[in-house]
């Protein structure tokens, strides 16, 4: 099981860049494949973007695709989430999540941190 705790949210204004940080706890890390999603106001929550457990595979939604980037850093159990030329469509609550390959589900949620950008 990973425990997942997401900081770096803040508000910023249109055009801006945010870094999410996503700590994990947990023997089973740097062998899992992690996700970011959002949710805002009156929506039901997205998919954002994943990577594989080494790093070497991102994928994106079309939305964020160019201007977010998924990294991870497994030496020090963190998922990361790069976002420059923040939109005001981007605020919402930014989760990340681990995924369980038994499942092929996203499981494992952290509590989530706001991303708010104004216009």
């Known amino acids: 099981q990973v425990q997942l705790v997401e900081s770096g949210g803040g508000l910023v204004q249109a055009g801006g860049s945010l870094r999410l940080s996503c700590a994990a706890s947990g023997r089973t890390f740097s062998n899992t494949d992690m996700g970011w999603f959002r949710q805002a106001p009156g929506k039901e929550r997205e998919y954002v973007a994943a990577i594989n457990w080494n790093g070497a595979k991102t994928y994106y939604a079309e939305s964020v695709a160019g201007r977010f980037t998924i990294s991870r850093d497994n030496a020090k159990n963190t998922v990361y989430l790069q976002m420059n030329s923040l939109k005001p469509e981007d605020t919402a609550v930014y989760y990340c999540?681990?995924?369980?390959?038994?499942?092929?589900?996203?499981?494992?949620w952290g509590q989530g941190t706001q991303v708010t950008v104004s216009s």
């Open positions: 999540a681990a995924h369980n390959p038994v499942t092929d589900r996203y499981e494992s």
